[in-house]
Nanobody, 129 residues
Framework: VQLVESGGGSVQTGESLRLVCAGS????????IGWFRQAPGKEREEREG???????????YHRTSVQGRFTASSDGAKNMMYLQMDNLKPEDTAVYYC????????????????????WGQGIQVTVSS
């Protein structure tokens, strides 16, 4: 299984970015996939769950603090997941990770990183004021 993130970068407050996660060795239509972020100085166990998608259940969840600004989606035909991030704020600065776990439903409240089995190398997002 390989997950590869792309699309990060440095932007100003209020600007947008679109992250992409490409998966291989795993079907995004069959597993739960999520976006996490790790702020500077934090460990993996402290990553914040941003979103969770379960195609089998037909559900998508977003963290409350990003609702209305971030939108997660996936394309089963391309085996890709996206995170559209609008109206970015300095507190969104972090390394963003694509993660996946072989289960049918999203964990309650997206779940912590310990609930997920696979993750990518991460992509830096920096928002300056």
């Amino acid at each position: 299984v390989q997950l590869v993130e792309s699309g990060g970068g440095s932007v100003q407050t209020g600007e947008s970015l679109r992250l992409v996660c490409a998966g291989s060795g795993i079907s995004f239509d069959e597993v739960v996939i999520g976006w996490f972020r790790q702020a500077p100085g934090k460990e993996r166990e402290e990553r914040e769950g941003i979103s969770c998608i379960s195609k089998r259940e037909g559900t998508t969840y977003h963290r409350t603090s990003v609702q209305g600004r971030f939108t997660a989606s996936s394309d089963g035909a391309k085996n890709m997941m996206y995170l559209q991030m609008d109206n970015l704020k300095p507190e969104d600065t972090a390394v963003y990770y694509c993660e996946a776990v072989d289960r049918r439903t999203c964990p309650p409240f997206i779940g912590g990183p310990q609930k997920y089995t696979y993750w990518g190398q991460g992509i830096q997002v920096t928002v300056s004021s």
